[in-house]
């Protein structure tokens, strides 16, 4: 299989969503526009965790966390994904709530979502509150365990939140994509998920929430808290409007009204088991090639996690030669090279967003094989880069190294599309070549995602401890990685026709 060619003969729009070998729903004719709005939630939730990834790593250091210990807060992520993902995407194959199958799972998590941002946002008032110290947070820069604590229960609520999210969103645009295919759908997913992260990261690049929000100020809540604020307020108030909108459009036919009538069969099909373990039952239904996938996407993420995780950390240490448990000088040299950080995400993602619709295009030229390789292959001369810039940046202050950084960061947003696409094009065409499942092979993808985050939370940051270099350590072993999963997917992946891409993607047979 990973050498042969996958003919896909039949269309996921519609039946992506269907548990395998279950009753598949029928296609739902939709327009394009109405397919776009139907993803508009992507947008709303990926503007969150713009923040979240951008702000909170070097945030969490200003209440005292050591940036060793940064690394196993990120642990929550894939404890989340890989407990949360598979089991609602499980779920939401089967709901048959009247409001449809994935719609109660999008609407609970972005609830969940919204309540997890305020116990972000006013951690250090919660914190204070509690018992932490009274002084100015201007002039006190010790622990403050209670405003942690907080901080850390909200953070991870909030990734179990996007986790309950993400995987029925995605089977949601599957369902729906009809005679626009799984490919135009994730696409138009994609597109949603780059504007949130431009808005997430303008957001988090803005020093002036506190200025035009003083009452966010306090305290326990100096500026750079006040602005984290500011950022994630706005941010509830996007994601109920994307929320919104998606449950108007999104209209879906309920479960209960497609299923068969009752047989010995489907009896004996539903006494199964429903729980947590009946995720890892469903691997042996895995469609053929699926393994594959889930090798290279463990490897491609690994390549990935190092940057993603500490990017704007990294611009704020290395570049701009900041700490933020240092003196005042070096603290807001930290806190600039952060924001620069975060205006290098936003390139990163006007670039991903303009590259989101590039990736169809490119796989039916030259294969959803070669376009994921191909975008392997920069990400390991990119990572390599980042060491050499970092040497450069100990050696001379130049504002050439800065815009080389941005340039890096723009970059990266063509990889970044493909990562965001590709997996899923492929992933949702494998489910529909084996009849349905579109919501637990999504979710089973997500584990391959989740274990890498694993590996590097729980290794990047005493991996950088030990060898003194910063962040540098890891950002090299993700350049090798890259270079691994480059090599491994081009004998590993499946090789699904430019034909039988091209047929699935609009919708034929």
């Not at 509150?129 to 820069?141: F, I, M, P, Q």
Request: aromatic share 10%; charged share 10%; hydrophobic share 45%.
């Amino acid at each position: 299989m990973a050498h042969g060619e996958v003919e896909l003969s039949v269309g996921v729009g519609g039946g992506g969503g269907g548990d395998a070998g279950g009753p598949v729903e029928p296609p739902v004719p939709i327009s394009l526009g109405r397919l776009i709005l139907a993803g508009m939630v992507a947008g709303g939730v990926q503007y969150g965790w713009a923040l979240q990834l951008s702000l909170l790593t070097p945030y969490v250091q200003t209440l005292g966390l050591s940036h060793a210990l940064t690394s196993f807060m990120w642990l929550c992520g894939p404890i989340a994904g890989l407990v949360v993902q598979p089991c609602v995407g499980l779920y939401s194959d089967k709901c048959t709530s009247k409001w449809g199958r994935r719609r109660p799972f999008i609407m609970t998590g972005c609830v969940l979502i919204s309540i997890a941002v305020l116990f972000v946002g006013f951690s250090a008032d919660i914190g204070a509150a509690l018992g932490d110290s009274k002084e100015d947070c201007s002039v006190y820069h010790g622990h403050r365990w209670h405003a942690a604590i907080v901080y850390v229960l909200g953070f991870w609520m909030l990734d179990f939140s996007n986790n309950t999210v993400q995987g029925p969103a995605r089977a949601l645009m599957a369902d729906l994509s009809g005679k626009h295919g799984p490919s135009a759908a994730n696409s138009i997913f994609c597109s949603w998920m780059a504007l949130g992260n431009i808005l997430g990261y303008s957001s988090g690049s803005i020093n002036n929430w506190h200025k035009w929000f003083p009452f966010l100020r306090t305290r326990a809540c100096c500026e750079a808290c006040a602005n984290l604020k500011g950022a994630f307020l706005v941010a509830v108030l996007f994601l109920c409007l994307c929320l919104l909108i998606t449950l108007i459009f999104a209209k879906e036919v309920p479960y209960k009204q497609i299923a068969p009538l009752p047989t010995r069969e489907n009896c004996e099909a539903e006494a199964e088991p429903s729980g947590p373990f009946a995720v890892f039952q469903g691997l042996k239904n895995l469609p053929s090639g699926m393994f594959s996938v889930l090798v290279v996407t463990g490897l491609t993420w690994l390549s990935w996690f190092p940057f993603i995780l500490y990017d704007t950390d990294w611009m704020g240490r290395e570049i701009y030669h900041g700490d933020p448990q240092g003196t005042q000088a070096q603290d807001s040299a930290y806190q600039e090279g952060v924001r620069a950080g975060a205006f290098g995400l936003l390139l990163n993602s006007i670039v991903l967003g303009f590259s989101s619709f590039l990736i169809e295009p490119l796989c039916k030229k030259l294969g959803p094989r070669v376009v994921w390789v191909s975008s392997n292959f920069v990400v390991c001369i990119a990572m390599a880069a980042t060491t050499i810039i970092s040497w450069w940046a100990t050696i001379t202050v130049s504002k050439d190294i800065k815009v080389v950084c941005m340039a890096i960061f723009s970059f990266l947003g063509l990889p970044l599309a493909v990562l965001y696409s590709v997996p899923f094009a492929v992933t949702a065409q494998l489910a529909a070549s084996k009849g349905g499942g579109q919501g637990l092979c999504t979710g089973v993808l997500n584990i391959a995602i989740v274990i890498p985050q694993v590996i590097i939370a729980l290794g990047a940051g005493p991996w950088d401890q030990l060898i003194g270099k910063g962040n540098i350590p890891a950002f090299g072993a993700a350049s090798g990685f890259a270079l691994i999963s480059g090599i491994v997917g081009m004998f590993l992946l499946p090789n699904i026709s430019r034909r039988s891409f091209q047929a699935v993607s609009t919708g034929g047979h």
